[in-house]
Each structure stands twice: as structure tokens, then as C-alpha cells.
């Protein structure tokens, strides 16, 4: 069973910046795409970033494309989110993801392995 593990999240003020790391247990997912979702109390989980097995293609929840910014080192297979000038509303637990796909999906059933989560919060 492959274990991914994000790490870096906390608290901090409103326009501040935070990143984001995941690892995997062992080195699996080289040949996946990678997501991050996001949590927030009493809301479904939501897709907010992906990146494709060789880093060539990135997708975006709106809300954070010009703020936030994926990316991944395929050769520790660690996967990133820069999270810049962060708002309130960004305020969640955040998950990372390795999917069963090349490409990244926003749907997390095309995720096969799952993080704990790390919890992001953004004070006014």
C-alpha cells in the first residue's frame, strides 16, 4: 500500500503565501498525474490543482489559477503547491492525490491514493 503524505500547511494571514509538499511512501505515481484537493467545513471535497505524469500539462480550480501554482519532481516523486496571496476562503484541509491516469482529472475517483491532508488557514 502506497502512503502520500502532505506537509506544510498552516496559519497565516490573509495574502500571505504557503507551499505545499507530498510524498509518496515509495516511488509510484512517476508514471501518474498528481492532484491537490481542498476540504472546508461542511463543503465537498474540490479539485484545486493537477499536473500530468511528465509535468507537461496543469489544470486549475478558477478561483486559484492566477494565485496558485502546481508543479512536481518526478524523480523523488514529490508534488508541490505554491499558494500565493491567500485569502480566507482558501481556508481548508488539503489533500493530495495520485491518480490511476497520465493526465489529471478533477474528479477524485480517478484518484487512487490519498493523503491525510494538511490544514490550511487563512485569517482576515
Known amino acids: 500500500q502506497v502512503q502520500v503524505t502532505e506537509s506544510g500547511g498552516g496559519s497565516v494571514q490573509a495574502g500571505s503565501s504557503l507551499r505545499l509538499s507530498c510524498t509518496a511512501s515509495?516511488?509510484?505515481?512517476?508514471?501518474?498525474?498528481m492532484g491537490w484537493f481542498r476540504q472546508a467545513p461542511g463543503r465537498e471535497r474540490e479539485f484545486v490543482a493537477g499536473?500530468?505524469?511528465?509535468?507537461?500539462?496543469?489544470n486549475y480550480l478558477d478561483s486559484v489559477k492566477d494565485r496558485f501554482t502546481i508543479s512536481r519532481d518526478r524523480s523523488s516523486g514529490t508534488a508541490y503547491l505554491q499558494m500565493n496571496s491567500l485569502k480566507p476562503e482558501d481556508t481548508a484541509v488539503y489533500y493530495c492525490?495520485?491518480?490511476?491516469?497520465?493526465?489529471?482529472?478533477?474528479?477524485?475517483?480517478?484518484?487512487?491514493?490519498w493523503g491525510q491532508g494538511t490544514q490550511v488557514t487563512v485569517a482576515s
Open positions: 515509495r516511488r509510484t505515481g512517476t508514471n501518474n498525474a
Open positions: 499536473i500530468s505524469w511528465n509535468g507537461g500539462t496543469t
Open positions: 492525490a495520485i491518480s490511476r491516469l497520465a493526465v489529471p482529472s478533477t474528479t477524485p475517483d480517478s484518484y487512487r491514493y
